[in-house]
């Protein structure tokens, strides 16, 4: 599919904040005050500036509010929800932290919880997707939650914790890699079950669909050279993971904890554009852009 920069930067950026929020949430790091506010605001602003970015792929973001009365069947109204859950149970536990020096550890886990479910549903949005054999497997939400977690642990701070999760994180980015590779061969669609003429002898095209492009070429079909996709890969995962473990391994210093927080983000921001890159759309095999 086509990477449209403002969802990857909404599916990036706001992981990392609600997985701060998580952190936060379980009072990891325990700080009150000016230094909780810090924390509070770094969180919120990548949340917040995650999910308005997300708007501005909308046709219409103007009705963006529309999506809260839907979240019986969609999962883009669930994000909503469980979003709008985790900003004010954590910024009323923020105000005590804050203000009063006071911590409700059931407000906090309440918004630990709904941060973790915001992400979740975030996940699900892609996952639900059958038509995207890449995406719809269960590893998907598993991959967006690990790093949210694992994301978040590094900008709280957590040493001991981020270096087992960011390995664990990219692990699992690596077996989706892997899985993903073979998702579309394996749903078993092609163009005669796309069709559905298989039945009456083998299907081919016998010439493009038409002469121009269109909007489902523009935004549902994006081929990646594999050499150059490969290339991404690693350096995906060399800077979500490897590279910030080393750097969190060497004696601590907050330029090199700093440097481990923005290669992980480059890091996270490459895998993120392959995601969609990646993503074959099984519309392609209509348009002969696709070898199932």
Same mark, same amino acid.
């Given at each position: 599919?086509?990477? @449209?920069?403002?969802?990857?930067?909404?599916?990036?950026?706001?992981?990392? *904040?609600?997985?701060?929020?998580?952190?936060?949430?379980?009072?990891?790091?325990?700080?009150?005050?000016?230094? +909780?506010?810090? %924390? %509070?605001?770094?969180?919120?602003?990548?949340?917040? *500036?995650?999910?308005?970015?997300?708007? %501005?792929?909308?046709?219409? &973001?103007?009705? +963006?509010?529309?999506?809260?009365?839907?979240?019986?069947?969609?999962?883009?109204?669930?994000?909503?929800?469980?979003?709008?859950?985790?900003?004010?149970?954590?910024?009323?536990?923020?105000?005590?932290?804050?203000?009063? !020096?006071?911590?409700?550890?059931?407000?906090?886990?309440?918004?630990?919880? @709904?941060?973790?479910?915001?992400?979740?549903?975030?996940?699900?949005?892609?996952?639900?997707?059958?038509?995207?054999?890449?995406?719809?497997?269960?590893?998907?939400?598993?991959?967006?939650?690990?790093?949210?977690?694992?994301?978040?642990?590094?900008?709280?701070?957590?040493?001991?914790?981020?270096l087992g999760l960011l390995l664990m994180a990219g692990?699992?980015?690596?077996?989706?890699?892997? !899985?993903?590779? !073979?998702?579309?061969?394996?749903?078993?669609? #092609?163009?005669?079950?796309?069709?559905?003429?298989?039945?009456?002898?083998?299907?081919? @095209?016998?010439?493009? &669909?038409?002469? *121009?492009? #269109?909007?489902?070429?523009?935004?549902?079909?994006?081929?990646?050279?594999?050499?150059?996709?490969?290339?991404?890969?690693?350096? +995906?995962?060399?800077?979500?993971?490897?590279? &910030?473990?080393?750097?969190?391994?060497?004696?601590?210093?907050?330029?090199?904890?700093?440097?481990?927080?923005?290669?992980?983000?480059?890091?996270?921001?490459?895998?993120?554009?392959?995601?969609?890159?990646?993503?074959?759309?099984?519309?392609?095999?209509?348009?002969?852009?696709?070898?199932?």
């Amino acid at each position: 599919m086509h990477p @449209a920069p403002s969802v990857i930067i909404f599916t990036t950026l706001s992981g990392l *904040g609600f997985g701060l929020l998580f952190w936060l949430g379980i009072g990891l790091p325990a700080v009150t005050g000016w230094v +909780a506010f810090i %924390f %509070f605001v770094l969180a919120y602003l990548l949340a917040v *500036g995650g999910l308005l970015a997300s708007t %501005f792929h909308l046709g219409h &973001p103007e009705r +963006a509010i529309k999506a809260f009365t839907q979240w019986r069947s969609s999962w883009l109204s669930r994000e909503a929800w469980c979003a709008v859950a985790a900003l004010i149970f954590m910024g009323l536990y923020g105000t005590g932290l804050v203000f009063l !020096q006071i911590r409700w550890p059931a407000l906090g886990i309440l918004g630990a919880i @709904a941060s973790l479910a915001a992400v979740f549903t975030t996940s699900m949005i892609y996952t639900q997707l059958k038509t995207v054999p890449r995406w719809n497997m269960p590893l998907t939400p598993i991959k967006f939650m690990a790093l949210s977690v694992a994301g978040g642990a590094l900008m709280a701070g957590q040493v001991n914790w981020a270096l087992g999760l960011l390995l664990m994180a990219g692990a699992v980015q690596v077996i989706v890699w892997i !899985q993903g590779d !073979q998702a579309l061969a394996r749903s078993g669609t #092609n163009l005669a079950s796309a069709t559905q003429l298989g039945t009456i002898g083998e299907v081919r @095209a016998f010439e493009p &669909p038409h002469t *121009g492009t #269109n909007y489902l070429l523009k935004e549902m079909v994006h081929v990646v050279g594999r050499k150059h996709s490969q290339q991404l890969r690693m350096i +995906a995962i060399l800077l979500m993971s490897v590279v &910030p473990v080393i750097l969190l391994l060497l004696p601590f210093s907050h330029v090199l904890a700093g440097l481990a927080v923005v290669c992980h983000i480059a890091g996270v921001l490459t895998a993120r554009w392959l995601f969609f890159a990646e993503a074959e759309h099984v519309v392609g095999l209509y348009y002969g852009k696709r070898q199932a």
